[in-house]
């Protein structure tokens, strides 16, 4: 490439400002979201380890226990007397919390032995869900809002919700209300779960989740503070990463059986004394979540598949008190942002995008980003922009390579021009635009190389003409007006003879014709018309109408192997019999 050709590489702002802005648009879509998402959970994945937890416990009310459990507990919904007993138990085991994770909407059976064996402990909640109807709440529903309820203060962000949907009062009694906790989780655009509200607002009033009820179990409330500046939320002396709506993202492990889950049967057959203990000590200090998954109810999806809510709440519980919370730095973000806004620079000003050394600096780039966001991920629980800095690198490539393959199409088509222009330059007649001697000679070559390549038995001949006179034309009437008189007779040979003829400016006001594939009687009519059409030929001037003759001297080519100059030497004879015979006529030489 020319140095002087390098206007087409210069430094290309627009790239870098068109792949941000594109980039920018895209995350408003929902593909841009459920690739995101796809592509954060894909590395959330590689950058997880296989995790057995051991402080939490799920107790499943499956489909098989619902079979085993019917001669002993009836069919489901069971009396509540029954879950009394399972507490009992537990509470035998040195449990540190037992969870229920089912909703006592309706009074039943054994309430007043449920109820009395709830208030003996502290260590058991119950989780309550929330309505989205507009229901009005009624003052004594106010009431139990009231107690239940952390702050007041607007200010502090959470989900919305229009009211509760609360256990029956034979179940828990005003002086209990504090074990109640929320666990409505809101999914992501692909229905997906990766994050578990800390608070929520129900009739004005910020209400705790499950996993923070767990924490805060007595009937103090705690100190909240949350600050938008750092997105954190604070209770009492712990603290946590939280989003927009106080919800924190949950650093799944790359197992899904990451808590022990055990059959509601085995534990009521122990509770029954059908069964021994083989490990006593296996439920101390634990927390025990409770719920069903029977009849596939109370299903959730999450980044390791489908799973129920009781399960979720554990690795939930489980994510908030070994600190696996994933988290965002902004200065991470900015610096991840600006080695592709970097990159989005260096490839655009490049003169070169197919060399080695761009192509081994865009995988390095790709890679270091890559990297980069896993680390961050893996160790420090901090999730990067990740995603939209790769796509600012994938539009970037895409934009530069677009304006790389235009500016190229530029510089062939000015190369293609400027060959073009130097063609004419060399083999043509600046005058007439006919060919000059070079670009004739050029031409009767390549007419030899295709008669010979394919054996063809075609004849042709050359003619020689000049126009009559032509010196007293310069002399009467200027050589301005000989040189129009040579143009206009130019473009007469360009536009009326054959398309396979070649005419030329062999010299002065001498012009050659190579007939291709024409005998010599073909030839003497179309020269006779070319030469009727120049004696019609009128040209204006100031000293009135010029019309101007032309005689011509037309051979046979009977060997292409033999030089142009022959025939046209052979040409010249008829062309002097033409003159010497009164011109204006075609002669056979």
Known sequence: MRKSDSI?????????????????AFTYTALYDSLKNYFNDTVQYLSSEEKYFTDSVVIDVNDSSLKILQKDFGHWPYTRDKYALIIEFLQSMGVENIVFDIKFVDPRVGDNIFKSTITKYDNIF???????????????????????????DSNIPALKFSSLLLPNESVLSTNTIYKLGITAVSEDSDGVIRSIPLLYNVDSKILPSLLLRVK???TNIPKINYSSKTNELSLNNKTWNVDNENRVKLFYPKNANSIMSIPFYKISEVALNKKSVSNSSFFKDKTVFIGSSAFLSD????????MSGSYLLAIAYEALKNKQIVKTNNVLNFILLLIAVLFSFYLSSRKEIYNK????????????????????????????NLFFSLLVIIFSIIFTVINYQLSLSKYNQKLIEETKKLYNEANCDTLTGLLNRRGFDEQYRKYKEIITKTNSSQTACLAVMDLDHFKSVNDTYGHDIGDIVLQKFGKLLKEHLRDIDVPARWGGEEFVILLRNTTIDESIIILNRVRELCKQMQIQTSQGELTVTISIG?????????TIDLYVKKADIGLYQAKQNGRNRVCIS
């Open 126 to 152: 119950f989780v309550t869900s929330v309505l989205n109807e507009d229901i009005p709440v009624s003052l004594d529903e106010q009431k139990r809002l009231e107690q239940m309820a952390w702050s007041k």
């Open 554 to 562: 037309v051979t046979h080519i009977e060997d292409l192997n033999e």
């Open 8 to 24: 087409y590489w210069k430094h290309q702002l627009w790239i870098v400002i068109v792949s941000l802005a594109i980039t920018y």
């Open 216 to 218: 805060s179990p007595k």
């Open 299 to 306: 299903r959730v999806n999450t980044p390791r598949g489908a």
């Open 357 to 384: 050394k761009v192509l081994v600096v865009t995988s390095l780039t790709i890679v270091i980003v890559f990297v980069y966001g896993f680390i961050s991920l893996k160790y420090f629980y901090l999730e990067t």
